[in-house]
Each structure stands twice: as structure tokens, then as C-alpha cells.
């Protein structure tokens, strides 16, 4: 049991050095690190979040703890730092991603200025996930200013390329493909309203249908014995596909929700007005639950389009990411719950949450991973992005005390 007098010295170590994570925290949204990139184009050549990384590591070694530099390439590390004993029982992942949404079109503010006005630190990546990365920070300094010594181990890890997708293999991935687990993992993604336990899964393809080119005003094919409008096929195909339902078992952590596949959010096809089109590419967007899988998704779609006399197309895949969830009853969750209700004095919802993140990769290397709570604000994703600094300042204090609660101190 962690007495209730530590509880209180971590709540004034936080407060008391909250100007300084403020700043550092504004000096991590200055940094520039928007990654406009989709999951194809991601280069282990382009230093998007190398600023970023720097900050974090030379602050975690001002404060004598040993982070370390790793990385596909020295342009992409992520940062990760040990803090604990070199024997240990439990242990615990802090999971962040260091790079940001690009700004959205239509910001009236500095995207990148970092200013602090009326309780408010504004720019992009200051609620997904700036905030959150100077919360483990400054969660980690309040215990050490508080002479906390762990008994379990405690992982931070700020990760490269998690924006184009959640399906990088630089970031995330890359640390679990380097033997670095732990019993459990919070991923600090904005909002305190939810502890968040699963994500949907999603599967992304090209549809690609081939047809016949031919002058329209060609003999043949007004007798049709030539050409075949690939535009007209797909259109048979977006009707195939319409309302096409995927089979799925209730899930716990997404009550009322079911899988659901768009189809086409994009397309294109044909080359002149007078030419019978060859080609229609369209894409294709998939939600899934947990125990859906792409592969089943594709099954189905080609089931129907099967029935599509004489169509010719091509399939490929863009991405797919597994939806995942854990149970509610994990220690991880109730330790979150409990300290909330105490800081902040209200009970977090506890379910799935939409988009998914780099958590996927963690529960499916069966490490128990809260895939989303952290500190409030707007406009992630959108425009004039904010976090709200009380709301930080609290979330920072419950991650210490949760760190503390979870690992256990020496005494
Ligand atoms: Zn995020």
C-alpha cells in the first residue's frame, strides 16, 4: 500500500514544477514534427521527429536518468529510457508518439507557436500528444523529486510514425521487434473522459476493374461486338458492395458498434470524353471488430462480385490493422479509474474507442494496453489545437501515482 502522505508530496512536486513542464512542453509543440505522410510513403530518411527526440533525451538525462537513442535510421529514433531496479517483478510501458497530424487547413492561429493563454497551450501536437510526453516526463521527475525509488521497472518510450496509420514499422513495432516488453502499457492519446480499452481494427484496398477501350464512335461498338465500359462494371460493383454486412461477435469494449465497409471513398477512371473507358480504380474503407480479419473481408467481397458475369479486376491491399481489446477488469484500468475519481473527482468511462493507435501492436504481443487517456484539449486532428494546462498538470499527477500504485517503491 502507497500511503496517502506520498500521494500528497507527488500532487505538490507536480505543481510545483509545473511551469517548467509547461515550458518544455510549449518548447516540444515549437518543435516542428507533422507528418503528412500515408503509411507507403513513410522514409526512415526523413528526420520528421529527430527535434523532438533530442529535447526529450537531453531532459531525461538532465534529470540523471539513461535514455537511449533507437531506430531504424539515426533520422528516426525513438526514445527509450529504463527507470527502476535491475531485478523486478513488475513493469510498465508509457507509450507516446512524438510525431503530429499535419496542420489542418484553416488554422487562424501560429500552428507551431506554443503560447500559453487563458490555461490553454495551443499548436499542433499539443493535446495528440505533446502534452502527454511532458506528462511522462514530468511524472517521472515528480518521483524523483519526491526520493521515490520504484520496485518494478518503468519503460518510457517516445515512438516515431504513428499519424499515417497506426501501422508503422519504425516506432511501436520496431521497440516490440527489439525484445522491449512489459506486464502492461498506457498510451497517453488525448482525453480524460475515457479510459479507452480497445481500438476498431480497419482494412484499406484498391479495387482496380478493367474494361475494353474503344472509340465511341467505332462500328463495333455500337454493335458490341468491341469494348466494355470498366466505369459501368464498377458501378456494378459498388452496388455488389453496397450494404455488404460483415459477420462479427459482440464485443465488450464496443458495445453497439459493428463493422462497416465504405465503399468507394475514392475513384477514378476514364480518359476522354469520346473513348469507352479502359480503367476505374476505386478505394475502399473497412471498420472491423475484434476477430474480423482482412482476409476474411476479402472472402466476402469477392463472394459478390463472383456474381458480376464477365467482370475482370484486381485487388490490392493498402493496410490492415486488427481491432483489439482488453478486459476491463485489468489491473491497469482500475488502478487508472481510482486515481481519476481521486484527482479529479469523476469516474472515466471504460470502453472501446474509434480510431485506433500503435496499441494494436502491444495487445497483440499480449501486453494489456490502455490505448487512450491523457491530458484534455481540442482541435487534434483539425485546427487550432489546444491542451488544457489544468487538465495536464492533473493528468501528470495521476500518471505518477499510478506509476507508483502499479510498480510498488522500496523502501
Ligand atoms: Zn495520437
Known sequence: MISSRLFQRISAVVSKNFSEQTSFASALVREDSENPYTPEQSSPKTPIELGVSELIYERLRSFGLPPRRLGVSKKRPN???YWGPRRFRKSMILNGHMDTAPAGEGYTLDPHSGAVRDGKLYGVGAA???GALSAYVYAVKALLDSGVALDGRLVLEFTVDEEPGGCSEFGTSYLLGQGIRARVAIIGEPGTDTISIGTRGGYRFKLTVFGEAIHTGRRAWERKEMGRNAILDMARVIIALENLEIPFKPARAFQRR???LTFPTKISGGVSISSVPDKCVAYG???LMPGNSDK?????IREK??????LRYEFEDLLF???VEIDRKEEIVELLSTHTKEVLGFAPKIEGSGPWNDAWMLVTHDIPTVSGFGPDGEGHHGVN???DLESLRKVTEIYARVIVEYLGVRE
Do not use: F, H
Open 296 to 300: 476474411q473481408v476479402k472472402i466476402w
Open 321 to 323: 490493422v486488427p481491432s
Open 305 to 310: 462480385l463472383a456474381g458480376i458475369p464477365g
Open 285 to 287: 474503407d473497412v471498420r
Open 79 to 81: 526514445v527509450v529510457c
Open 385 to 387: 489545437e489546444w491542451v
Open 128 to 130: 495528440d500528444m505533446k
Open 258 to 260: 459493428s463493422p462497416v
